[in-house]
């Protein structure tokens, strides 16, 4: 179980036990955000995009959309999102709990400048059902992210 796995991977920076678990689904911004009882831009969502053989994984604000202009002058590609099915094959997290927690070392993680705006924000637990509180800072290391980028539009009003 995906959740299993990240519970093991926090467990190394003692985490674990930070991990909220829910009676109701967290697999989307709103639904994650009616279940901690905030608002959805501190919802840290977690997309995966195609890179070769392989992928990246990026963590954004909850409000926040890919600029495809930003992300192909950052990665030098078109931002091409994995399939529901690609996603879990690739990451080991089915799409609704996809984290850069407990994930195979051949992918990138990387964190949006969207999320900084906030002192805590919740990512997912590799669950549709789950998530953790984390100053990002501590998403920043815990997700062991190449660097701070910036990929997003409409989160600060800007066209």
């Not at 995906?2 to 639904?31: H, N, P, Q």
């Not at 400048?113 to 920043?140: H, Q």
Request: glycine letters at 6%; aromatic letters at 8%.
């Amino acid at each position: 179980m995906s959740i299993e796995k990240v519970r093991e991977y926090l467990s190394a920076s003692g985490r674990d036990k930070d991990i909220m678990e829910f009676d109701v689904s967290s697999a989307t911004v709103d639904l994650a955000a009616a279940a901690l009882n905030v608002i959805p831009a501190r919802i840290t969502k977690t997309l995966a995009f195609k890179k070769d053989d392989s992928c990246i994984l990026i963590g954004m604000a909850g409000d926040a959309k890919i600029d495809n202009k930003k992300f192909k002058a950052e990665f030098g590609m078109k931002a091409k999102m994995l399939t529901p099915e690609e996603t879990l094959s690739l990451t080991g997290h089915a799409v609704g709990g996809v984290c850069s927690f407990g994930i195979p070392e051949n992918i990138d993680s990387y964190v949006d400048i969207s999320l900084k705006r906030f002192y805590t924000v919740f990512p997912a637990c590799g669950s549709s059902n789950s998530a953790i509180e984390l100053t990002c800072d501590e998403l920043f290391d815990l997700t062991k992210s190449k660097k701070w980028i910036d990929v997003c539009k409409d989160w600060n009003n800007e066209t």
